[in-house]
């Protein structure tokens, strides 16, 4: 995380009083959340939340890619935008929307695709990657690239009426030695096209991204301030129907690597 270290003004600190007076957090704490820097791929239906959220915990310097243009199908769950925002690149869209509710912020607009040829630079400049995107060759791509340039992964993914929700770390290790894992080690391949269909085919329920998004937000609040425990070697389940959650943990590979990547 960046060290800079710039006071906090008297809006800022009322801004942010409700985080001030939690022991776990206080005024260092929120230094940090100031001096963080986090890139959120996809302004979604999970971006929308992580956004939103991350905004208004004073996250100092936001990033978001996305090449979509804002539809009035998005907004059934995508709340960072607005039926006013129809037509607009959803990056535009979704910084509005954020400096409205924190102007003491600064938002990067990366109105792109990201490819093998671009995900290198472009997380380079973050201290953690937030992964909202909506398809398999995005989600591999990200964690690939995440584990080789070493930053923190907070990843979800949703169905219909469930989701689930990690924290990748692999280039780091636990209290025993023991590395963390790859996404890979959890999903070791994409599966074929066609087999799981997308959000557009089965239908999502608008409310489920809010909870995934929002868990992924808090998430990202936990590493940056280095407070509780982040779902590192754990995957979190959510079934909206049942209303349950469950966590399974998933360990390193004797054999993971990172080879997709290193070969790109």
Known sequence: MSTQSEPFSGLEIERYARHIILPEIGGAGQQKLKNARVLVIGAGGLGSPVLLYLAAAGVG???????????????????????????????????????????????????????????????????????????FATRYLVADHAALLEKALVTAAMGRFDGSLTVLKPYESDSEGNAYPHYRDLFPEMPPEGLIPSCAEAGVIGALPAIL?????????????????????????????????????????QKATNQRATEQ
């Open 61 to 135: 310097h936001l990033g978001i890619v996305d090449d979509d243009m804002v539809t009035l199908s998005n907004l059934q769950r995508q709340v960072v935008h607005h039926t006013d925002s129809i037509g607009e690149n959803k990056t535009d869209s979704a910084a509005a929307t954020m400096h409205r509710i924190n102007p003491h912020i600064e938002i990067s607009c990366h109105t792109l695709r990201l490819t093998p040829e671009n995900v290198a630079a472009l997380f380079s400049t973050y201290d953690i990657i937030v992964d909202g995107s909506d398809n």
């Open 213 to 253: 998004g929002s868990l992924q937000a808090m998430e990202v609040i936990k590493l940056i301030t280095g407070i509780g425990e982040p779902l590192l070697g754990r995957l979190l389940l959510y079934d909206a129907l049942s209303a349950r959650f469950e966590t399974i943990r998933y360990k390193r590979r």
